[in-house]
Each structure stands twice: as C-alpha cells, then as structure tokens.
C-alpha cells in the first residue's frame, strides 16, 4: 500500500494531519503489512506532525514492527531530521 501524505493533508505541520496519517498507516502496521510513506512535495514537518504520526505507532507496535512495515520515501533532508529526531526517544527500547 503507498500512502501519499499530501493526498490525505495539505501540510505536515499539525497533531491533526499526523493523526490522520497515523489513521491512514496503522492497520497494515497492525496487519504485519508492508506500507509506503510518500513525502512527495512535502517541504517540511513539525515535531507536532512527527510525534503524532510516528510516536502512537512505536508505542502501539515496537520500534523493530514499525521500521519493518512503514517504508518512507521521497523525504526531503529537513522532513527527514525531524521524523527521526520522533524516533530517537524509542530508539533504546528496540531490542
């Protein structure tokens, strides 16, 4: 499944629009299925967006499921910084 964020949210810079991603990606996480993450045009993400997309999926699945299932592609540099500095807190806990 690809999950184009700017198909479901015009920017990435609220709770909001990262609980709608998360919406739009936990069942395959949940499911053991594979999903794309398309960040095309995306320019920038707040720690907002970030958290609220990634940090209910770690806490729910695992650090390990969720690096397995959710692929991210066509992240710009800064969008980048920020998704992983999400993930940095949980990163200790992958084991």
């Known amino acids: 499944m690809v999950v184009r ?21 936990k069942s395959c996480v949940e499911d053991h299925k594979n999903v794309v993450v398309d960040f095309s045009g995306v320019g920038y993400a707040t720690s907002s967006f970030a958290n609220s997309f990634l940090g209910p999926l770690v806490e729910s699945y695992g650090v390990t499921r969720v ?8 992240v710009s540099r800064t969008v980048k910084y920020v998704l992983k500095k999400s ?9």
């Open 67 to 74: 690096k397995q299932s959710v692929k991210i592609i066509n």
């Open 87 to 95: 993930m940095q807190p949980f990163e200790n806990l992958a084991a």
């Open 5 to 25: 964020v700017l198909d479901l949210c015009h920017l990435a810079d609220t709770n909001a629009q990262g609980d709608i991603l998360y919406n739009a990606v």
